[in-house]
């Protein structure tokens, strides 16, 4: 309860006379955190989506904490970055992008899984793909095939990399191995990702037997 002022005695209110949703768990006064009930009662609290963030994520902040989605907010976001060099007004430059890019679903991975190391007179297709395009920005790769999906990426590329993404980033690694000098530099450049980063993926899914969702903390039990 919140008192009106600060003197004692005076008028408080609940959270629901302030506008908050309450805690259906009967006879209990607290605010919502989710699924109808607060933290107490069983409602989970949702992690920041940026990677290594420990801090809750915010009502209506797109899931991120509160700094997180100022410094979102008052940036460019990793996809406008990516594709700057269109010289195409803001909405049109959206707009063309989303019709446009592909994925590389379309031909860039079904070329590269039918190529023949002994008998190819050229490079793989995901292997030119990734070098040819080394001068855009880094994070280019993620950003397009967000597009190609027409959604723009929120956020920055520290961001949890979502399950279609694992999958995707596991099939361009299982492409790539064998391959004498495999462009694993372009990989993390194009992903915005550390060196290696697919080898800690392979083997953190790996361990999870497969699962590509990102494991959720025990639920609180009621007392």
Known sequence: MASIGGDEG?????????GHRRCQYPGCEKAVKSRGLCQGHGGQSKPCKIENCEKQAQGGRMGMCFRHWKATTTSNSPHELALSHLAEPAEEHYN???????????????????????????????????????????????????????????????????????????????????????????????WGKHLGFHSDLVTTICKRKGDLDRLRSPRRNCN
């Open 96 to 190: 063309s992008a989303r019709a446009n890019l592909p994925s590389v679903y379309d031909n860039v991975i079904p070329s590269s899984i039918t190529w023949k190391i002994d008998r190819a007179s050229s490079p793989m297709s995901l292997v030119s793909f990734l070098t040819s395009n080394f001068k855009l920005g880094r994070g280019w790769h993620r950003n397009q095939e967000w597009a190609a999906r027409g959604d723009l990426m929120v956020g920055s590329l520290s961001m949890h990399l979502q399950a279609w993404e694992k999958q995707l980033v596991m099939l361009e690694t299982a492409l790539l191995a064998g391959i004498r000098n495999a462009p694993y530099r372009e990989l993390a450049h194009a």
């Open 10 to 18: 005076e008028a408080t209110l609940s959270n629901s006379e302030r």
